[in-house]
């Protein structure tokens, strides 16, 4: 069945420009030649000439890995590991008698850590493909064999298919436009998706397939399509048709691009010409990188200096086994060490042979010493990061009700990078604001209308310290029962209010017929097109959020559209002089619609009583220099509004109108008609310089104020981030004025900045153009956007560094092809804002990566859209905002969250925590595995370098696994140096992880003394205590069983007692972990030595017998351990009182001590927070 068509509105005929009309061009010449070779088969998907370029089918993935790759490419992730790649070699060597332990107590773990990091990124990559799988399976009707429309799968489609796409639905691939359900064959399409900007875009299909508008017009029809090769250029589209032996150009005005949406159209027909990642979205995309956190890239570097410590101590330890070993005969040939047996040995251990025992000795010790290598590092790290997630996607305070969204991390690899984030690179549209327009106030013959404050005006009343009341400031949601409108009802678009002229009180104004009129030039000033709900509603379906808004507004304020045919447009308006409603009909002549180069839009209207009006509106500088001499009265009381409302973030537009004579509106026809008669490449200048003639002379009416509504806490989060030394940069496809609008809106920019704008729309680059010398252009070009940098450069020392950057689209490409990244970064680096407009998504890519790689420092990307895909994966952490427009940023992200004032939480309170707790909890493994490996070589020294290890097998494997885990593991999940409430209250002390203070080489390197340190005290005090006295009760003196059991429980109570000091906030759970892995190693004791000696060996009932009863073993341990912390407890007093940290003030200024501390910590505060 055929679906309705519309046949009230041939709409091409409303506009005047060439937004419809394709014309042969330079590029046209250039079809069939590189770059302009692919040749598509209409509805013949299966002609061989098709099938012969084995064009992609239409299967998108976004995974990282396959199902071939996933073991090669995992095992690859994992032995980028320098620890784990040394592990591998020592469980490989462990098998050779060179081992001092089991080969199983070295490859079992290795084996785990591994395994339990690929499960996890399995995990995590098979979400990533579910969400392909409901994206390939998303249907569309396609054209078959049975001459019919069926179901398909988007994944099923192939290049050539006959496509329908039905309204509201997104278009499954690049697509030539052939029909649509209006008769003239336009259709309407929103590309936010795309390019971030929300205002519909007006598509129209090619004059000859335009009137196919029936499922069974496309029974014989076959036709081929030249044109470009796959690129990334979203906005330019270079084809030619080929049809009944006839050829037609086409353009982008024909392309419908994957992932926009259609609107305000019942239906398209089109066939499909890119698939998969030949779609330019696609083609904007990046490969999923694979990234790793900073703090694990330095661990790298850690353990290369661990391992070279490594390879010294078994340097130092087989040159000394080598001198002991040669020297074993004396002059006389006699053995010294004759005890030992040297003449019975193996080559381990040969007086004749010094030289090679060293060297096997060497590798001996390289496995020996491995432990000074924590290999439960990582596999611990891993499974804390799973814990931080479910932290992040649990936390209440980042659910969004409305939307049921709450925050999804999608990795676990960044938690705590989100804690070092230098700059944050944020689109605009569905980012930072709602994607809606609101009507708040006008300005009309002088007189302002419209009470309350804007988002802006709020957060400058909040900076000067002046009162708020509550119902000053704009909502949608607001009750107005007074208005007109039901008590609570909202309406979307509309947010004003003003007892004046609400109600029909407008009437009792003194200009009356001046407002009259200016809401006339609101109903009737658009394209938008009414329609009517089931609710018997009248609806408005427009190109823009901002014309639906204006259209609304007029409704609501008593000139309600209410109906719209090709030659009239219908009001039912309040007349002032009778105080009725009545409907007064006009005659729509002419519409010359807005563009970006005329920033205005006018219609032309005969109204009832048979007066011609043209009705205005537009940019104040572009209208205010088209006024008429004798409309000055209140232009400048007008303009100041229009400043007044510019500098509260509203978008405005100046309204005015003139009456035509017949005469002159019929000398203008003859020639406007000409002029879009016209074929050839001048036709748009004609019309416009046609338009301009007309549009003189005009009389003020006022001005409109909308308000791009910001979303909810988006002006505050950003003053917090930025007071937590975070840079702020904006990256979006919309217009610069719409931009810096926003900009304004929610902070970035503000009034005392100094605006440096780099763009390359000037007059004289402009006319260069129209030459049409692309050399010249692009080398004027470079030049423009040089000598812009060195004057921005310039004023930028002369304001002290308060100056916000904006540039353009066009002077972008040229920045980052033109070998001008350098300046341009000294220069964006060192303004307070920057923003980047008309940015394309491999821009936003680009300049992600420039900002990544030029500064060095942590970049965090946040979008909403598939346009900011590309930007998200390149940057160091990809946010994603969910539910807004669609779910493509949130699929290719790192984290996802509903609104943008949650990255507030997520960074100043998730991110300080997670990059606090990742830096301690690697400083303390290698704090305490070098406190244990070090104890290894002090014993080895003491034994001769005779490779003896000092304990049991099992009492080695066992120490990273049992009685040191989980402490630092509950240390990583549950620590906290400050309140989530102090942490937002305080952002200042995000500034530790930007400057990478708690995992800095001073500290890191403190940490490894300090474990050296404790292995020299607890080894030279327990060998030097207890080797020339009784230990037992019976008398017997220490032996080799009974001192590795003292000197091992000396260095499981330090570590865990370290642990207790090194923790800031206290749970059960830390008391639990803490205590109970030092109880548990005296149960292992118990169990392990009451195993028979074949198996528990040295530990045989060494406890009962021997340790437990012998109070020198309980008293020797205390002192131990007391001597061990004293250094970091007089280290840690020192730095809090004279060298205090940030967390360190606010902690002791939590915890209240005496008044005239508090008095100096509440000083100290105010320096940190300037």
């Not at 840079?727 to 719409?738: A, F, H, L, Q």
């Not at 936003?844 to 942590?858: C, D, E, F, H, S």
């Not at 000696?1093 to 020198?1112: D, M, N, W």
């Amino acid at each position: 069945m055929a679906s309705p068509r519309k046949k009230v509105i041939r709409f091409s005929r409303l506009y005047s420009f060439s937004c419809f009309r394709s014309s042969f061009g330079d590029e046209h010449s250039q079809i069939g030649l590189k770059g302009y070779s692919r040749v598509v088969y209409c509805n013949d998907p299966d002609n061989p000439e098709q099938i012969l370029p084995r064009y992609p089918s239409n299967y998108v993935s976004t995974t990282k890995y396959t199902a071939i790759n996933f073991i090669p490419k995992s095992l690859f992730e994992q032995f980028r590991r320098v620890a784990n790649i040394y592990f591998l070699v020592v469980a490989c060597v462990s098998y050779s008698p060179l081992a001092p332990y089991s080969a199983y107590s070295v490859l079992l773990p290795l084996m785990l850590v591994i395994g339990a990091t690929i499960v996890k990124e399995a995990i995590e990559d098979w979400r990533r493909r579910k969400q392909d799988i409901e994206a390939n399976n998303r249907k569309v009707e396609v054209y078959d064999r049975n001459h019919g429309f069926q179901i398909a799968r988007w994944k099923k489609l192939r290049v050539g298919d006959l496509v329908k796409v039905h309204k509201d639905e997104h278009f499954p691939a690049d697509m030539l436009l052939l029909s649509s359900s209006y008769e003239d064959g336009i259709c309407y399409v929103e590309t936010t998706n795309l390019d971030g900007e929300t205002n519909l875009k007006v598509k129209h299909a090619l004059d000859v397939t335009s009137n196919m508008h029936e499922d069974d017009s496309f029974k014989h029809f076959k036709a081929v399509i030249k044109c470009e090769d796959p690129n990334e250029d979203l906005y330019s589209f270079v084809g030619t048709f080929y049809h009944d032996g006839q050829q037609y150009p086409v353009s982008l005005q024909q392309f419908l691009l994957r992932d926009s949406k259609l609107r305000n159209t019942e239906y398209v027909y089109g066939v499909v010409v890119f698939t998969d990642h030949d779609t330019k979205v696609m083609q904007n995309a990046i490969e999923p990188p694979s990234k790793r956190s900073k703090i694990e890239r330095k661990m790298d570097k850690i353990v290369y200096v661990l391992f070279s410590l490594l390879v010294l101590v078994s340097l130092i330890g087989s040159f000394f086994f080598g001198i002991m070993t040669e020297n074993d005969i004396d002059d006389d040939g006699e053995l010294r060490r004759w005890y030992l047996r040297p003449d019975q040995t193996t080559a381990f251990y040969d007086p004749n042979r010094s030289a090679l025992a060293a060297f096997l000795h060497f590798l001996t010790a390289l496995m020996l010493y491995g432990y000074l290598i924590p290999i439960s590092l990582y596999v611990s790290i891993e499974l804390v990061k799973v814990l931080q997630v479910i932290f992040i996607n649990q936390d209440i305070d980042m659910y969004h009700e409305e939307t049921d969204g709450p925050a999804t991390a999608k990795t676990s690899n960044l938690n705590e990078e989100l804690g070092l984030v230098d700059t944050i690179l944020s689109d605009k549209t569905g980012t930072l604001t709602c994607n809606s327009m609101e009507f708040v106030k006008c300005s009309i013959a002088g007189v302002a209308y419209g009470s309350g404050l804007t988002e802006v005006e709020r957060v400058l009343a909040k900076r000067r310290g002046d009162a708020l009341d509550d119902s000053e400031v704009t909502s949608s949601t607001s009750i107005q029962s007074d208005d007109g409108m039901a008590p609570g009802k909202s309406v979307k678009g509309f947010n004003f209010h003003d007892d004046r002229i609400m109600n029909g009180q407008w009437v009792n104004e003194p200009r009356a017929d001046m407002i009259q009129k200016f809401f006339r030039v609101l109903a009737l000033c658009h394209t938008a097109i009414p329609e009517v709900n089931e609710e018997k509603e009248i609806l408005y379906e427009a190109e823009s959020p901002d014309e639906a808004a204006f259209v609304i507004s007029a409704r609501e304020l008593g000139f309600e559209m209410y109906e719209r045919t090709q030659s009239h447009i219908s009001l039912r308006e309040l007349d002032h002089e009778s105080n009725q409603k009545i409907d007064r009909p006009y005659e729509l002549l002419h519409v010359l619609e807005f563009s970006s180069n005329r920033r205005r839009m006018s219609v032309i209207v005969r109204n009832v009583e048979n007066q011609l009006l043209l009705l205005s509106k537009g940019s104040d500088g572009v209208m205010l220099e088209r006024l008429s001499e004798n409309s000055q009265d209140f232009v400048a009381v007008t303009m100041d509004h229009v400043k007044r409302y510019a500098e509260a973030g509203l978008r405005t537009l100046v309204l005015a109108y003139r009456e035509l004579s017949k005469e002159e509106f019929s000398l203008w026809e003859k020639e406007f008609l000409n002029a879009k008669a016209t074929i050839g490449i001048d036709r748009d200048a004609l019309i416009e310089a046609a338009a301009d003639k007309i549009e003189r002379d005009l009389i003020l009416l006022g001005a409109t104020a909308v308000e791009d509504k910001l979303q909810k806490g988006v002006p505050e989060c950003i003053e917090k981030l930025e007071k937590a030394g975070i840079k702020i940069w904006v990256i979006t496809g919309d217009k610069m004025e719409t931009a810096i609008n926003i900009g304004y809106a929610c902070s970035l920019l503000r009034e005392d900045m100094e605006q440096i704008v780099i763009t390359l729309e000037s007059p004289e680059m402009t006319e260069l153009e129209k030459k049409g010398d692309k050399e010249a252009v692009a080398k004027a070009s470079r030049e423009s956007i040089a000598n812009q940098i060195r004057r921005g450069t310039r004023l930028l020392s002369s304001s002290g560094g308060r100056s916000a950057l904006i540039i353009d689209g066009k002077s972008l490409t040229f920045v980052l092809s033109q070998n001008l990244e350098d300046p341009f970064l000294h220069l964006a680096i060192n303004c307070a804002s920057v923003i980047c407009c008309r940015s394309t998504p491999k821009q936003k890519a680009l300049v992600t990566r420039l900002v990544k790689k030029g500064t060095g420092r942590t970049t965090l990307a946040i979008g909403d859209g598939a346009n900011d895909v590309g930007m998200i994966q390149e940057a160091d952490i990809g946010v994603g905002i969910s539910g807004v427009e669609g779910m493509q940023a949130a699929m290719s992200s790192d984290f996802a969250i509903a609104q943008f004032r949650y990255l507030e939480r997520l960074l100043l309170v998730h991110g300080h925590w997670c990059y606090r707790r990742i830096s301690m909890m690697v400083c303390y493994f290698f704090y305490k595995n070098i406190a244990f490996g070090f104890t290894l070589f002090w014993f080895e020294a003491y034994a001769s370098f005779s490779g003896q290890p000092a304990y049991n097998d099992w009492y080695m494997s066992c120490y990273n696994v049992f009685f040191t885990s989980l402490p630092v593991i509950a240390l990583g999940v549950f620590d906290q140096d400050v309140s989530p409430r102090l942490c937002l209250k305080n952002p200042e002390l995000y500034k530790e992880g930007i400057q990478d203070i708690l995992f800095s080489w001073p500290r890191i390197l403190g940490w490894i003394l300090n474990g050296i340190i404790c292995s020299v005290v607890v080894f030279f005090f327990t060998t030097s205590s207890a080797v020339h006295q009784a230990f037992r009760g019976d008398g017997q003196v220490l032996d080799f069983e009974m001192l590795g059991v003292y000197m091992y429980s000396c260095v499981v109570w330090t570590v865990n007692c370290q642990m207790a000091l090194s923790i800031n906030y206290f749970t059960w759970m830390q008391h639990l972990v803490i205590w109970g892995s030092i109880a548990v190693w005296y149960a292992f004791l118990l169990i392990y030595g009451a195993f028979p000696p074949l198996f528990s060996t040295t530990a045989y009932q060494v406890f009962i017998e021997a340790c437990g009863p012998s109070p020198f073993f309980w008293l020797g341990t205390l002192l131990v351990v007391v001597s061990c912390l004293l250094p970091y407890l007089l280290y840690r007093t020192v730095q809090t009182w004279f060298f205090p940290m940030p967390h360190d003030i606010i902690q002791l200024w939590q915890r209240g001590t005496s008044d005239d501390r508090n008095g100096k910590l509440r000083e100290k505060d105010t320096l940190l927070c300037k």
